[in-house]
């Protein structure tokens, strides 16, 4: 049932939602009007329907990397992470005088010890859950690149370097370490301290420490910079999880540190080469999702999204699930082809989760039309209320509000307008064609912002653990929408 409200309005008090329209226009069909005239309004409300919608993969590019397993028992899914990084190198970095470095095995140099590090403040689930680790040597000759755009789904296992294989010709890991995320084997005293910094201490083999320093020796300007690094000596790592789960470690940063002894003002000391997986080199999460099916299902053989089974709908993150939704454009226009919209809110109420969970509420959700959800991010785009859009989840009433997608809603309908022009369509003959035009996607994000402006700068897809319930599905929603019009 639809429900209207008339009534005249001066249009100082729309004139800045009026304006909202006042963007690039081919159609002519909707005007924004002078100050001085009057306009008239009215108000009306829409079904909105949603849907679950699995995510096969999202670019993974993040500042911070994922490692262990974890449920979602709101969703029934279990997320896995995985990942691999690329060490950094200060430009034209040298190593001290070789001729004074003291460990040595006859001429030769040897390093005394080698060892990883992934430090890390913060991870999902308990402390105590075991997890155990294999640590593969990437390929120089297949270096992840810099310039390239990777996906969640990246098949980490095709970096490893195909020279270490056993007799059976599988590629083997450096190294494998079993660990907790307390790690205690450090004094209680110590682990409280404020200075320390949780980590997982991964000692490498020797020999492959003594093999880093012999090249770095050997070939100075191997590390000029970290293309030459990666290329040469070290392309990085690939953490691959063996067993465990409950666990999901949220990595800062992790180091790679070289130890050896040499002369220093006469007297021997413990010198290190430390090289660091920090933003300014690849690092790629992958994650593997099972259960997705439960809650989005999918036809087999188009597979598309298939009707709503319960009056929920979902996201999820990272890589999980989104929501769909279609949004009635041709009904908002019906009859009001010549008005302007001056706002069009619709919100989102997330279900309070059944029992205690690791994954939170995503703190903000993008929505995005659904042609663009590939292009928004590899092309570093940010929402420009007019074809995305954020909004934040709000603790207290539980619910992400988007409050004026009425741009969006307008473009949609200026496009169809158009196009059909152009092609001598109907408008069954556009949908046809477009069988997604009028179709948003609503998936959890993150959000960089200018310190000084507060603008933001930065869109990923969110890589925290978080899912959210959202009121849907069998239960469609309201959308209201404000027309302008002159009046009559």
Avoid at 255 to 278: C, M, N, P, Q, Y
Wanted: aromatic residues 10%; contains cysteine.
């Amino acid at each position: 049932m639809k429900y209207s409200i008339y009534g005249i309005v001066a249009s100082a008090v729309l004139a800045l939602a009026s304006c909202e329209d006042a963007f690039e226009d081919n159609t002519g069909n909707v005007g924004i009007y002078d100050e001085a005239d009057a306009v008239y309004t009215s108000s009306e409300t829409y079904t909105v329907t949603t849907r679950s919608l699995p995510l096969d993969s999202v670019i993974s590019s993040t500042t911070k990397s994922y490692f262990g397993e974890a449920y979602d028992p709101t969703t029934g899914v279990n997320v896995r992470a995985e990942f691999l990084s690329l060490y950094h190198t200060f430009e034209n970095y040298r190593l001290p005088d070789t001729t004074l470095i003291t460990s040595r095995l006859g001429d030769s140099l040897v390093c005394d010890s080698v060892v990883l590090r992934l430090y890390f403040n913060n991870y999902y689930g308990s402390d105590a859950n075991p997890l155990k680790m294999a640590v593969y040597e990437l390929d120089t000759l297949n270096v992840v690149r810099e310039d390239s755009i990777y996906y969640s789904t990246i098949k980490l296992d095709e970096y490893r370097n195909p020279k270490r294989k056993d007799n059976q010709g599988n590629i083997t890991p450096l190294i494998e370490k079993s660990f907790t995320a307390t790690d205690y084997t450090v004094s209680e005293v110590r682990r409280a301290n404020a200075s320390y910094y949780k980590n997982v201490h991964i000692f490498m083999p020797r020999d492959y420490g003594t093999h880093l320093l012999r090249l770095i020796a050997k070939n100075p300007h191997y590390t000029r910079d970290s293309y030459q690094f990666a290329h040469h000596v070290c392309p990085g790592f690939y953490f691959s999880l063996m067993s465990g789960t409950g666990t999901i470690l949220v990595v800062d940063v992790s180091t790679l540190d070289i130890f050896f002894k040499h002369i220093s003002s006469a007297k021997e000391e413990v010198g290190l080469v430390r090289f660091s997986a920090t933003p300014e080199v690849v690092q790629s999460t992958r994650i593997t999702n099972t259960g997705v099916e439960a809650k989005a299902p999918v036809d087999a053989e188009s597979k598309q999204p298939l009707a709503p089974t319960e009056n929920a709908t979902y996201v999820m993150a990272p890589a999980g699930i989104a929501t769909e939704m279609t949004l009635p454009v041709d009904e908002i226009f019906a009859g009001h082809e010549t008005d302007s919209i001056s706002r069009a809110n619709i919100t989102l109420t997330r279900y309070n989760p059944k029992e205690e969970s690791m994954f939170e509420a995503p703190t903000t959700l993008l929505m995005l039309r659904k042609s663009q959800q590939k292009v928004f991010f590899e092309k570093g785009k940010v929402p420009d209320d007019i074809t995305s859009f954020a909004a934040s989840f709000t603790a207290a009433s539980n619910t992400y509000t988007f409050t004026n997608i009425g741009r969006l809603i307008s473009y949609l309908y200026r496009t169809k307008q158009q196009v059909m022009r152009q092609n001598g369509w109907s408008s069954d003959e556009y949908n046809t064609n477009n069988p997604d035009w009028n179709k948003v996607v609503l998936s959890a994000v993150t959000m960089t912002k200018n310190k000084n402006t507060g603008s933001v700068v930065v869109v990923r897809p969110d890589f925290a653990l978080s899912s959210a319930a959202l009121v849907g599905g069998t239960q469609p929603l309201k959308m209201q929408v404000l027309y302008s019009s002159k009046a009559k």
